[in-house]
């Protein structure tokens, strides 16, 4: 695969893509940096670009496409193994392991170790305890992995079953896994390389139950690797992708660790087991926390791919005609294409502003804990997280379901990549919190939100639009043109999410009120609720996406362009979901008339600049992993090329052919019967 990235060694051999990118009006280097975080960032990645993909064993990513899973997880792990030196050799901060992640499609073995472990002992250990494993785990002298969910539990935490029970005669803990559906089932680079797990169990002392809490527990040798006595450890099987990942499952019998070795920053266990704790009570979440803020960016990585693939393939691929006298057009021309198309390019766009900005508020509560011992946004930043984790997730599958579709027969082939990337966004998804769930903690925070403007309160952050009555609003739209307005669009958003949490407010409170009991009230609401989650974190989206581009310092051109992207990911939000945004009277009928005029209209717009759009992601070949999304568009080549790898076609005549259909076409097997 050549080596591309946008210095003069690109090859721009189709001549639809050279005369797409002559068109665009706005210097993509400017986008890029912007992506980037700046232009040193820029330069960071591109060195990292040189630095990984001229070594073969990151390079032309679609050949594992054609790889066994015992294959695929051993190349992952010298991935790992490669890159986790890497590391150390060149004093990589978190934050510039995070781009290589994305680099590599995060398709590397023992991932956790960086994105759970080693946050995880950050978080919930001591000083004591981190300056004990922090160095051992930082050394590469063990590997870690985040071992919570269980077989029966994943979801509610409440009900896991996994016990570690004190024993203060030796003062120890015993761990169990008491039932089948106890074993831990699931957690990432457990069933063949971790040497420790931080294990989630529930704590017991005389007798008492105390909850979930973390230990860090040895699984295997640091000699041979075998695992412990007590210790059953393996890999849980083939999934629907992320197959280089050793998911496993652990089962525990009396398994005994040292007092010590409970994570004890916020709960602490004494010698003679008493128990005490600190701190917020679920202060033991806080991996989760994060990785659900980091997940949201990993969306946007992984659409981008996705979304590149598609346009750059309809820009090359020419099919049918328009005009009998014409040329066929590309595919990219059709109305149909871009309108399937361009919301998903707008939404990535706007994923990446959201998640920027979740990032820095994350960044800030944590400072905020840090210096002042402050959790006071702890509750904002889990409920943000978690709707913007959920709302990611569903915008990804979604968009990247209709770039395959887009990409006709061609996007079904692995080697376009786009079914990698569908994949692994069904398991962000699912993991660190599955969709309706995390979407009920946004719901059940603005519930409570309500509440207190209910009773005279003013509430702040992402909720501050409760304040407002919306009795007091009407509808800003009163022109077509109006609809181009971000200020507008803003508005109602804020106001249909502000009418669909106070509709369900009271229709929860009126039923309790009337006697119904408070499970079944809320069961009964449970669909309005996560659609008021769904309508607060859409609205999040389109506040960060309008910020963004609104204060953005660059060319004209630029802003002209994201401005484009950003009304139509706002117009197309609306129209998706038009029925809630009539109901809450945030628009009428003539208006979502206009709205999807002008949605039209936007199309036109952002045509011409199709494809710098999705070069300005400036996405090198072997981290794109598509044949059809290529830089130099020479798609049709490299699929025949592809045929050459494929172990498929390694013999001319396989040997199944010797085996049943000669049998078969001579008699032969029919004979035997
Ligand atoms: C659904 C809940 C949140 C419910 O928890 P619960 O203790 O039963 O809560 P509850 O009694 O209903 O009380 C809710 C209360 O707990 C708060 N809370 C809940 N989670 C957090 C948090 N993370 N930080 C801060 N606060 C949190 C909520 O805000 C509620 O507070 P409130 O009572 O309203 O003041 C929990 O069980 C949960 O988080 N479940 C999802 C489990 C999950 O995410 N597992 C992840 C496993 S690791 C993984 O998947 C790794 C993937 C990595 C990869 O793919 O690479
Ligand atoms: C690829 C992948 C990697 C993973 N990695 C790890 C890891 O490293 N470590 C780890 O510990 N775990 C890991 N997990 C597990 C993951 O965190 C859980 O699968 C996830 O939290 C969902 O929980 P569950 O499987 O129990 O789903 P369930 O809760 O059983 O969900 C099934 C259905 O029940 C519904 N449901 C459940 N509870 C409620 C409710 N209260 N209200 C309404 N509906 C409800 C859900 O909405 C869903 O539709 C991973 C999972 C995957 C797929």
Redesign the pocket.
């Known amino acids: 695969m050549a080596n591309t990235t946008t210095d003069d060694s690109r090859k721009e051999n189709n001549q639809d893509l050279t005369l797409e990118r002559s068109n665009a009006s706005f210097n993509i280097n400017e986008i890029t940096e912007i992506i980037d975080g700046g232009v040193d960032k820029t330069k960071f990645r591109k060195e990292m670009e040189k630095l990984l993909f001229d070594d073969p064993l990151f390079k032309d990513f679609y050949k594992t496409f054609f790889k066994t899973r015992s294959e695929l997880y051993e190349e992952s792990i010298a991935r790992g193994v490669k890159l986790f030196s890497l590391r150390q050799k060149y004093k990589w901060t978190d934050e510039q392991f995070e781009v290589i992640e994305d680099l590599v499609n995060h398709l590397f073995g023992m991932s956790?170790h960086f994105t759970?472990f080693i946050p995880s002992l950050e978080r919930l250990a001591t000083e004591t305890q981190k300056a004990k494993w922090l160095p051992l785990a930082t050394n590469f002298k063990i590997l870690g992995?985040?071992?919570?969910?269980e077989m029966g539990?994943?979801?509610?935490l409440q009900g896991l079953e996994t016990t570690a029970t004190y024993d203060p005669v030796t003062e120890e803990f015993i761990l169990n896994t008491p039932h089948k559906s106890s074993m831990?089932?699931?957690?990432?680079?457990?069933g063949k390389s971790s040497t420790h797990a931080l294990v989630?169990a529930v704590l017991i002392i005389n007798g008492k139950n105390y909850g979930m809490h973390p230990f860090m527990l040895q699984l295997r040798s640091l000699d041979n690797h075998m695992p412990l006595p007590g210790i059953e450890v393996g890999d849980i099987g083939p999934?629907m992708t992320?197959n280089y990942?050793d998911?496993g499952f652990l089962l525990l019998k009396n398994v005994r660790i040292p007092r010590q070795h409970m994570l004890m920053k916020h709960a602490q266990v004494s010698s003679d087991g008493k128990y005490t704790s600190s701190g917020p009570n679920k202060a033991i979440y806080a991996t989760m926390v994060l990785v659900r803020v980091k997940m949201t960016k990993w969306v946007h990585d992984a659409l981008r791919k996705a979304i590149t693939t598609a346009v750059r393939y309809s820009a090359v691929r020419h099919q049918s005609k328009m005009d009998d006298s014409g040329p066929e057009p590309q595919i990219l021309d059709y109305q149909t294409q871009q309108y399937k198309l361009f919301p998903v390019l707008a939404d990535t766009y706007a994923l990446f502003f959201m998640s920027r900005n979740l990032r820095r508020q994350y960044n800030r509560m944590m400072e905020d804990i840090r210096n002042k011992g402050s959790y006071k946004m702890l509750a904002e930043i889990h409920s943000i997280s978690c709707g913007l984790k959920g709302l990611s997730s569903k915008i990804g599958i979604d968009g990247a379901s209709i770039c395959r579709t887009a990409c006709g027969g061609h996007g079904y082939l692995m080697v376009a990549g786009i079914s990698e990337v569908l994949g692994l966004l069904?398991?962000v998804v699912?993991?660190?919190?599955?969709?309706?769930?995390v979407c009920?903690q946004t719901a059940r925070y603005l519930m409570k939100q309500i509440a207190k403007v209910s009773v005279g309160e003013v509430v702040t952050e992402s909720c501050e639009y409760l304040n407002v009555d919306p009795q007091s609003f009407s509808c800003p739209l009163q022109t077509p043109a109006d609809c181009f307005n971000l200020t507008f669009l803003c508005d109602i958003f804020r106001n249909r999410a502000n009418s669909l949490i106070r509709s369900v407010a009271s229709r929860l409170q009126i039923a309790i009120e009337s006697g119904t009991p408070q499970h079944i009230a809320m069961n009964n609401n449970?669909q309005s609720l996560v659609r008021v989650a769904e309508a607060h974190s859409e609205t999040i989206m389109v506040l960060d996406f309008t910020a963004a581009v609104t204060s953005l310092r660059t060319s004209p051109e630029t802003i002209k362009v994201l401005t484009s992207l950003c009304q139509l990911h706002a117009l197309h939000t609306i129209v998706k979901h038009a029925g809630d945004f009539m109901e809450t009277e945030s628009v009428g009928l003539e208006q979502i008339k206009w709205i999807r005029e002008q949605e039209l209209k936007l199309l036109e717009i952002i045509r011409p600049n199709a494809v710098a759009l999705v070069d300005a992601f400036d996405l090198h070949d072997d981290s794109l992993g598509s044949l059809l999304g290529v830089y130099d568009g020479n798609v049709y080549e490299r699929l025949y090329e592809s045929t050459k790898y494929n172990p498929m076609n390694q013999n001319v005549v396989h040997p199944s052919y010797h085996k049943y259909l000669k049998p078969l076409m001579s008699g032969e097997m029919i004979s035997k019967l």
């Open positions: 956790l759970m992995t985040y071992a919570q969910t539990h994943g979801t509610y831990k089932w699931w957690p990432g680079s457990l989630q999934k992320v990942n998911n069904h398991s699912t993991a660190e919190g599955e969709y309706t769930v009920l449970l």
